[in-house]
T-cell receptor, first 119, second 119 residues
Framework: AQKVTQAQTEISVVEKEDVTLDCVYETRDTTYYLFWYKQPPSGELVFLIRRNSFDEQNEISGRYSWNFQKSTSSFNFTITASQVVDSAVYFCALSERRRRTGTASKLTFGTGTRLQVTL | EAGVTQFPSHSVIEKGQTVTLRCDPISGHDNLYWYRRVMGKEIKFLLHFVKESKQDESGMPNNRFLAERTGGTYSTLKVQPAELEDSGVYFC?????????????????FGQGTRLTVV
């Protein structure tokens, strides 16, 4: 069975601070995908990143960076110099990677971390 | 390109009534998923369509839930009769998996959700 744990229910930071959102996962699959989604106040889930279990390279996209460590089953997300627009609920998710096609299947989500960035 | 759209955005019904939720996926996406988030808990998978066929309905809670995707385009999720524990946010997502030149595209794009309240 798959499981995703986001231990931080809520985080509050002041603008320009750096913040790291933790994600720990469990899976018996040998190949899998990890995802982060953002849910702003408008409600939709916005895709941020997909990471293949084969690839442990960290990734940076602007102020966002992701640290994938297979040895600790963690996929943490860091926002550098946070802004008020980063305020949202962030979800980490896990999916089996289908062997034949290399595509993802259904997602297993964590409970989400609510990030509040204030001025 | 239009994203995933869901109707209605909110619905308040009495216990025992019937409600039908609709999802219009991104045009051309064969995969359509339904998920549900009960207050404060994780987003949970309900079922997966590939075109008009149910690929995986292991997450459907009971036979009061009926999902259809006639013609492989939009999908409906009917709850009949609704119970109090059915309250939550119902998300729809779609994806079009493909692999080309070693690159895999498999992200699921979500709608804004339908908030269902059963009173």
């Amino acid at each position: 069975a798959q499981k995703v744990t986001q231990a931080q229910t809520e985080i509050s930071v002041v603008e320009k601070e750096d913040v790291t959102l933790d994600c720990v996962y469990e899976t018996r699959d040998t190949t899998y995908y990890l995802f982060w989604y953002k849910q702003p106040p408008s409600g939709e889930l916005v895709f941020l990143i997909r990471r293949n279990s084969f690839d442990e390279q960290n990734e940076i996209s602007g102020r966002y960076s992701w640290n994938f460590q297979k040895s600790t089953s963690s996929f943490n997300f860091t926002i550098t110099a946070s802004q008020v627009v980063d305020s949202a609920v962030y979800f980490c998710a896990l999916s089996e990677r289908r062997r034949r096609t290399g595509t993802a299947s259904k997602l297993t989500f964590g409970t989400g971390t609510r990030l509040q960035v204030t001025l | 390109e239009a994203g995933v759209t869901q109707f209605p955005s909110h619905s308040v019904i009495e216990k025992g009534q019937t409600v039908t939720l609709r999802c219009d996926p991104i045009s051309g996406h064969d995969n359509l998923y339904w998920y549900r988030r009960v207050m404060g808990k994780e987003i949970k998978f309900l079922l997966h369509f590939v075109k008009e066929s149910k690929q995986d309905e292991s997450g459907m809670p009971n036979n009061r839930f009926l999902a259809e995707r006639t013609g492989g385009t939009y999908s409906t999720l009917k709850v009949q009769p609704a119970e109090l524990e059915d309250s939550g946010v119902y998300f729809c997502a779609s994806s079009q998996d493909f692999s080309f030149g070693g690159k895999v595209n498999t992200e699921a794009f979500f709608g804004q959700g339908t908030r269902l309240t059963v009173v």
